[in-house]
């Protein structure tokens, strides 16, 4: 599940021409991401 997570994540974040990152705020003291 990490490793699909890992390629969606890079490539359609390369693909988003306004992409400027993930913001800190989404991410919880474990790590993980909220969307």
């Given at each position: 599940m990490f490793y699909f997570l890992e390629k969606f994540v890079?490539?359609?974040s390369s693909r988003i021409?306004?992409?400027r990152g993930f913001s800190?705020?989404?991410f919880d003291k474990e790590g993980n991401y909220n969307f």
């Open positions: 890079s490539i359609t021409r306004d992409f800190q705020k989404s």
